[in-house]
Nanobody, 125 residues
């Protein structure tokens, strides 16, 4: 069974940076496309960023483009989300997810196979 565990969330001020990590186990991490998503209170879960299995291609939501960077270390079975210039509207529970096959476009549509349980990011103004 594939398990994904997010970490790195917390309370920060607007303009600060934060790095989220998602460690995976129980599967073949190097073959998964990986994604980050978020869900704010009262809102639906939304796509944030995705990276191909090789790390060679990334995709971002317009709302985070230029501020967030997704990366992965296949040797550590971990995917990261580097978040800069955080805004109060970035406040949400952040989830990572894995997809077997397909493309990062599928990931952007929340068509994934495994989810983590999330980590809370709160950005104060």
């Amino acid at each position: 069974q594939v398990q994904l565990v997010e970490s790195g969330g917390g309370l920060v001020q607007a303009g600060d940076s934060l790095r989220l990590s998602c460690a995976t186990s129980g599967g073949t991490f190097g073959s998964y496309h990986m994604g980050w998503f978020r869900q704010a209170p009262g809102k639906e879960r939304e796509f944030v960023a995705a990276v191909t299995w090789s790390g060679g291609s990334t995709t971002y939501a317009d709302s985070v483009k230029g501020r967030f960077t997704i990366s992965r270390d296949n040797g550590k079975n971990t995917v990261y989300l580097h978040m800069n210039s955080l805004k109060p509207e970035d406040t949400a529970v952040y989830y990572c997810a894995a997809r077997i096959g397909g493309s990062t476009y599928d990931v952007s549509l929340l068509r994934v196979d495994y989810w983590g349980k999330g980590t809370l990011v709160t950005v104060s103004s």
